[in-house]
């Protein structure tokens, strides 16, 4: 796996996390990676090539491991956004279950950043997602 599938990965299986992917799930994936590099020079076929191998992957071997299978390819600021994106994917439908916020902090324990670096980047974009003004 390259870091970029790798990347993509765990994007993917985010999304996926809950058992459903949803509409507003897949338009903030497809957000997410569309201006990165390397995602923003790929054409669409060639985008849709790359999640369809990922989602074999996720069908035959679940997300755990394609997590487990991806986090090595990246480097710790790598994994550290890879962790933003997540947290960011998981707030995509503005509803966090139960189920997307185990993956999270089962993520969060497996990118081995510093202490406290983790939770850290979860509490900013939970807060960047925060409906603070709603009544």
């Known amino acids: 796996m390259t870091e970029s599938e790798a990347f993509a990965a765990i994007a993917l ?3 996926a996390c809950d058992g459903v992917l949803g509409k ?6 497809r957000r997410q990676l569309e201006y990165r590099t390397p ?13 369809d191998q990922l989602l074999k992957r996720l069908r035959e071997q679940g ?3 394609l997590i487990k299978d ?14 933003a994106v997540a ?3 998981v707030h995509a439908d503005r509803t966090v279950t139960t189920e997307e916020q185990t993956f999270l902090n089962e993520l969060a324990q497996s990118v081995d950043l510093p ?16 409906d603070s003004l709603a009544s």
């Open 24 to 29: 507003d799930e897949a338009h903030a994936l």
């Open 70 to 83: 991806a986090l090595p390819q990246l480097k710790e600021s790598q994994k550290e956004t890879a962790l």
């Open 63 to 65: 997300s755990r491991q």
């Open 39 to 51: 995602y923003k020079d790929r054409s669409e076929s060639e985008m849709a090539m790359l999640f």
């Open 13 to 15: 299986a985010t999304v």
């Open 87 to 89: 947290v960011q994917l």
């Open 115 to 130: 202490q406290g670096k983790a939770q850290a980047v979860m509490d900013a974009i939970m807060a960047l997602n925060h």
